[in-house]
């Protein structure tokens, strides 16, 4: 009686579970109902646009977001929310490439929201035909498709890695540039291996002459094996020049292959160094972003060097009249608060106008003319 009790019990509360369960597999589906119902009527009745970032340098703002809807005859307003294509707005955006990034969606009350992250100027490039601002991430965007943002100018004779028409990051540039060069190393390897084999059938060919060196056996005339000998020295003669001349043959190819491969190597070394250099140059840059006092002082980094002279830099600052030589990119930060320190503890006791030269070249010294 006790276990019938029990039992019931148990199915009762299953039971129980089992209604709960379908109440609210119910209500979901009817919630989807509704919402989808919803959707296929509810028609959209603005677009709101937020621009991200920027807040010293912006690039964008909401007036050029919605110049750019106009542009790509995008009109949203007055369609039906389910209709709006939101993959095909959020690429329109982020085809301009002062946008780092685009999100796009439909509220239930019918709004379009637009948010935009805009990219962060670190610098502007104008040497050499080229125009172009560099973000802090080694982005590179042309000056002429965005608004004019008020950050320290690239002057100088620098050689980039990249050309003056290109959109994107310079990394990326250096990925391709290696890639290509270690497929040809690749390449040049596969075209080594039919020297290799002409080398191997040549010292075959030479073994094959030395086996033919004839035997005397009694059967043989002495007198008839001397000719023999005779022509068998002439034959391994002409076998040792042929080979010869072969081996200097392949193994010149073989070398001039060799050659090219050490070639693609140092241009492999000569772009990562390069662009280790571009990275120190971005670390300046962003060390002055993140100073309220050197963002305020430099106004202009001279850069000279690049492809295969080091990269040199030097700063224009807004006070005094001199220039500061930092020198080649390596300890930059260091460089930098050495400079800060004689700023504090030099120029402002000596005055501002005293020297119109100042290097750091050198670790720990700062040398003024």
């Known amino acids: ?68 809807l106009k542009e790509q005859k995008i009109h949203p307003e007055g369609e039906i929310a389910s209709n709006v294509d939101i993959a095909a707005i959020e690429q329109a955006l982020a085809g301009h490439n002062a946008v780092a990034e ?14 935009i992250a805009q990219r962060e100027p670190a610098a502007r490039l104008r040497i050499n035909g080229f125009d172009m601002y560099i973000t802090e991430a080694g982005y590179l965007l042309p000056a002429k498709d965005v608004f004019a943002a008020y950050v320290p100018v690239i002057t100088g004779d620098y050689k ?29 390897e596969e075209d080594k291996l ?46 040792v020049a042929a080979h010869s001349v072969n081996k200097r043959r392949i193994m010149a190819e073989i070398a001039a292959l060799e050659q090219e491969q050490e070639r693609m190597r140092h241009k492999c070394e000569d772009i990562e160094r390069q662009y280790d250099e571009f990275c120190a140059m971005l670390d300046l840059l962003r060390v002055v972003r993140e100073s309220k006092f050197w963002r305020a002082e430099v106004v202009q980094i001279v850069a000279t060097g690049g492809g ?37 503890n030099g120029l402002n006791n000596i005055g501002w106008d005293k020297y119109r030269h100042i290097s750091l070249r050198y670790k720990g010294q700062v040398v003024c003319r």
């Open 1 to 68: 009686m006790v276990k019938g009790i029990t039992m019931l019990k148990r199915v009762g509360k299953i039971a129980g579970y089992a209604a709960i369960w379908i109440i609210i597999i119910v209500m979901v589906v009817w919630a989807n109902s509704l919402s989808n119902k919803h959707a296929a009527e509810q028609v959209v009745t603005g677009t709101n646009i937020s621009v991200e970032g920027g807040e010293r340098h912006p690039l964008v703002d909401e007036q050029a977001v919605r110049s750019w």
């Open 102 to 115: 685009a999100n796009v969606y439909v509220t239930r009350d019918g709004s379009v929201e637009i948010d």
């Open 160 to 188: 980039p890695l990249f050309g003056r028409k290109y959109m994107g990051y310079a990394k990326d540039v250096v990925s391709d540039s290696i890639a290509k060069l270690e497929e040809r190393i690749a390449q040049l």
């Open 194 to 239: 039919p020297q290799l084999k002409a080398l191997k059938d040549n010292n075959a060919q030479l073994r094959e002459v030395k086996r033919s060196a004839p035997k005397k056996t009694f059967m043989v005339k002495k007198k008839d094996h001397e000719v023999l000998v005779e022509a068998y020295k002439e034959r391994l003669s002409k076998a």
């Open 308 to 344: 295969k002279e080091p990269l040199q830099l030097a700063i224009v600052p807004r006070s005094g009249r001199f220039t500061i030589d930092l020198g080649t990119t390596e300890n930059l930060s260091d460089k930098l608060l050495t400079l800060q320190r004689f700023y504090n």
